[in-house]
């Protein structure tokens, strides 16, 4: 069936995408003024230390030979061995926190897609009314404030200035169950669904303004159906599909901004693993975090392509 | 006579920012089992008062006054929730364009159901689905779960309109509004969703409205015409006394520019334009094209007079109405048999074009004349256009066989062809829209092939252009203007003028008038035949429309599929075509009856 050809084929451009993301990073990261060993020694290291370190860790060998072994090690989930403190495995130093910020994301997506999608396509319904004018400004204003303002005006809103319903710093404690800290993500949710909320408002509004435009959606008024039916059945599947590659885009966008979010909330994330670990050049955890936003964009992307052609008829039976 | 069931007084439409008036005065009547034609060129408000009947406006428009009753039913009046109740269920409508009003993300079955659901039609589902299956039947298609599984894209045109029928009559309305329901659909299908129409119309005692700008279209299926003219109706009455003694100037005029399949009658076009909303004049909006006109007819609009089964409004349709209409039409002039004596001047032998891998073009043969124009025929997919474009080296895959200009074989491509070649033909496209750059001013827009193939000073260039200008009837004055600026006629005059100053051999038209009213398509071929006549060009002129062969070309080729179905001269073609396929083309296409002259 070509629509599982076609699948399959972007599957493998997506890891296509992955390896040269791969390389780059690698590189990048190689590239770096500064050296692990002499980070990892300290300023006073003696030349003979220095080297016999470099040599533990491999440095000494040419860059292809370590990034060849780097891409076998991680094919297999190893994803190397922190420089920095302890020296775990980088997958033992970034799991915990890789968890934090998949839920944190995933929290951030379940509220704002569903909540910039409704208010899209309903101020398109009420176009050039005071409530569509206003929701313009609003949005307007949001997506020009960076999200770390965004999220200070929060934390002075509803933390610390105005009113005090809400812990200013989301410090998750890892023993005990998430659930009973729930109060501890509600600002940090906040803010990244503020973050992405106007692109996908606006998004969703002008093709919902285009869809309702079209003659398939004056059709169903004329046939007699209820507004809500129209809405729902003729002009909310057809209005997303246009949406969807852009909301893809935010969500990616969300899975980088957290480092800034995670950060001013002191949230135990990837964001901050990944600050700490730029300060402390530990170049494993460097490379595995930045693999794994870049493995996050390209999934996204990726889902955003195949949930296309599955909510288009036009496309999924076009491939049959 | 049987009872009313429409009947619509002194509606009025306005735009809602300005209340300018997009339609004023519209007062009809429709009876049930009748078909009522509302025939009118392109902004003259019919589908703006077609879809008033139903309180739906597009954005910007709204209903200012007027009465409209259904079945004894004030519409105008009615509450939102009423008038959901009316909209698909006591009045329904059939859309100009199925592919664009069927929702491309629902089964056609869906679509069909959730109307008889709204309505609350039939008691259950088992009944509503034996409700689908009987129209599916009714409009002559499958009525399974399968085909009814099938979205709007995978459904031919002819299918996707025969489904709005199906849809339109489904829950037994006693009104049915048809907007132009078979405009981009094969004559062939056409045909066959007209006499759909019209045989439920009669069987069910529907009452319907079938809006068009096609005159030839509601010949056979209207029992009465409203001719509809800058938002107010200027003629309303029986069909055969309209074809055969129209009492409107307007009327008559339109008449005579619409193609006459017979060949007795040469096509004659409206000059100028039809007012826009907003820049009518306080009296008879024809005034400035009409040729009756006296100060009168300036101060102020005619009402509605004449007897109630044929109402006019003109001040001097009395004395219209007994002239004869020949004055208004001028006898087609015969064939000139001299012409073509010489060998052809371009030619296609065994030609085949091909789509990426497939074979569009199955070996066809061409030759054209100087001074002569031979029609290319077909529905589309026929190739038509395809061996147009290989001619001009415009086709987009891989073209074999032999073309040739003069005494020497042209290359396949156009980029490859020598200047002298690419002079030599011309090519004009389809939409006048489409073709001109509208950020290009006329001027900007003709020079190019003046640069290319001459080499010659500005003012010559200039000169050049106002000729070219002149030569399709447009002022020179027009060099500075964008293309947004003029009408679409006046668009296709440029485009064929940027052709006329390339002086070309060859003309290739590409439907040229598909895109335009039957009184503008009337004037460019008035056009195209005074261009042959006058500069000897050879002209290949592609068109899917049989009856505008008879004016313009002195031979006709008709294809189908991609291959040649008929050739000759157009007489006899059209008198007696030995192919099948093109007897029944004939019989297909609509043409109006004119009968007693």
Request: aromatic content about 6%.
């Amino acid at each position: 069936m070509p629509l599982a050809k076609h699948i399959l084929w972007r599957v493998i451009l997506g890891f296509i995408t992955l390896f040269f993301a791969s390389v780059l990073i690698f590189m990048m990261t190689n590239l770096l003024p500064g050296d692990p060993a002499r980070a990892i020694l300290g300023p006073r290291a003696t030349p003979e230390k220095l080297a016999i370190l470099r040599e533990e860790l491999g440095l000494d060998r040419p860059v292809a030979v370590r990034y060849a072994a780097w891409l076998g090690d991680i094919s297999h989930g190893d994803l190397g061995t922190s420089l920095a403190g302890m020296q775990q495995p980088v997958t033992k130093v970034i799991g915990r926190r890789l968890y934090n910020s998949f839920l944190l994301v995933v929290l951030a997506a379940f509220v704002s897609v569903p909540l910039s999608m409704g208010i899209g396509a309903y101020t398109a319904l009420k176009r050039d009314t005071k409530l569509d004018a206003t929701a313009t400004i609003a949005t307007l204003t949001l997506s020009a404030l960076p999200e770390f303002v965004i999220g200070i005006v929060l934390i002075l809103l509803l933390s610390t200035q105005v009113l005090h319903i809400l812990p200013p710093i989301s410090r998750l404690d890892p023993f005990a169950p998430y659930l009973g800290q729930l109060d501890l993500f509600i600002l940090p949710v906040m803010t990244l669904t503020l973050a992405v909320l106007p692109y996908i408002v606006r998004l969703l509004r002008a093709s919902t303004i285009e869809v309702l435009e079209s003659e398939y959606i004056s059709m169903a008024r004329l046939k007699g159906l209820p507004e809500p039916l129209v809405m729902r059945r003729h002009s909310l599947p057809n209005a997303v599909v246009p949406a969807i590659q852009g909301t893809a885009m935010q969500l990616a966008w969300l899975a980088g901004g957290i480092v800034v979010v995670e950060y001013l909330f002191a949230y135990p994330g990837i964001g901050s693993a990944l600050v700490d670990a730029v300060s402390n050049r530990d170049y494993p955890v460097i490379q595995a975090l930045s693999l794994i936003l870049a493995a996050t964009y390209v999934f996204l992307n990726l889902a955003a392509d195949i949930l296309t052609i599955l909510i288009t008829p036009r496309l999924r039976t076009g491939m049959r | 006579m049987s009872d009313v069931v429409l009947s619509v007084k002194g509606l009025r439409v306005e735009l809602e920012a300005s209340g300018a008036d997009i339609d004023d005065e519209v007062e009809f009547t429709i009876h049930s089992g009748e078909v009522l034609g509302l025939v009118g060129e392109s902004a003259s408000g019919k589908t703006t008062a077609a879809t008033a009947l139903l309180v739906h406006q597009r954005r910007g428009a709204v209903v200012a006054g007027g009465e409209v009753v259904i079945k004894g039913r004030d519409i105008l009046s009615l509450s939102p929730v009423e008038l959901r109740k009316v909209r698909g269920g006591l009045a329904s409508y059939v859309p100009q364009d199925p592919s664009m009003s069927l929702n491309p993300a629902l089964r056609i079955g869906t679509q069909l159901r959730e109307i008889l659901e709204v309505h609350g039609f039939g008691a259950s589902d088992a009944e509503r689905a034996e409700r689908i299956r009987e129209m599916m039947a009714e409009v002559l298609l499958p009525g399974d779960r399968q085909f009814l599984r099938r979205y709007p894209h995978q459904l031919s045109g002819g299918q996707q309109q025969r489904v709005a029928v199906a849809m339109a009559f489904a829950c037994r309305p006693s009104l049915i509004i048809l907007d132009e329901p078979t405009t981009g659909l094969d004559v062939t299908t056409q045909a066959h969703v007209l006499r759909t129409v019209k045989d439920l119309a009669r069987t069910y005692g529907v009452a319907a409205l079938y809006v068009t700008h096609d005159l030839a279209v509601v010949a056979n299926l209207a029992d009465r015409i409203a001719v509809m003219y800058a938002g107010r109706l200027v003629e309303v009455g029986p069909r055969d006394a309209l074809f055969r003694g129209a009492h409107h100037p307007y009327t008559r005029r339109l008449l005579a520019s619409v193609p006459d399949l017979a060949g007795k009658y040469a096509l004659r076009g409206i000059p100028g334009r039809a007012p826009l909303p907003g820049k009518r004049p306080p009296g008879c909006s024809f005034a400035d094209r009409c040729d009756y006109t006296e100060p009168r007819c300036i101060e102020a609009f005619p009402p509605y007079e004449g007897p109630e089964e044929h109402r006019v409004r003109c001040w001097r349709w009395e004395e219209i109405a007994r002239l004869s209409l020949q004055n208004d039409f001028v006898p087609r002039r015969a064939c000139d048999a001299s012409r073509g004596a010489t060998g052809p001047v371009v030619s296609a032998k065994g030609v085949r074009a091909f789509y990426g891998t497939t074979e569009a073009l199955h070996g066809v043969d061409l030759e054209v004349r100087p001074g002569c124009c031979v029609a290319l025929v077909g529905e589309s997919g026929s190739g038509k256009t395809t061996l147009a474009r290989a001619i001009a080296g415009i086709h987009p895959g891989k073209v074999e066989g032999e073309i040739r200009l003069g005494d020497h074989e042209l290359k396949r491509d156009a980029r490859h062809r020598p200047k002298a070649d690419r002079q030599a033909i011309q090519y004009i496209f389809q939409s006048p829209y489409g073709s001109l750059n509208p950020r290009r001013s006329i001027g900007q827009i003709l020079e190019p092939p003046l640069r290319t193939f001459f080499d010659l000073s500005r003012s010559e260039k200039e000169d050049r252009m106002v000729e070219a200008l002149e030569m399709v009837t447009l002022d020179g004055s027009l060099l500075g203007v964008y293309p947004d600026q003029l009408s679409g006629g006046e668009r296709q005059r440029v485009a064929i003028a940027r052709a006329l100053v390339a002086k070309p051999t060859v003309l290739i038209c590409d439907e040229v008038t598909s895109s335009l009213d039957v009184s503008v398509q009337a004037s460019i071929v008035e056009l195209l035949v005074k261009l042959i006549d006058e500069t000897g060009v050879a002209m290949i002129f592609v068109t899917h429309h049989l009856p505008l062969v008879r004016t313009l070309a002195q031979e006709v080729t008709v294809m189908n599929v991609g291959e040649i179905v008929e050739t000759g001269t157009v007489d006899a073609v059209l008198a007696d075509p030995q192919a099948e396929y093109t007897r029944n083309l004939l019989a297909d296409t609509p043409d109006v009856d004119r009968t007693p002259f």
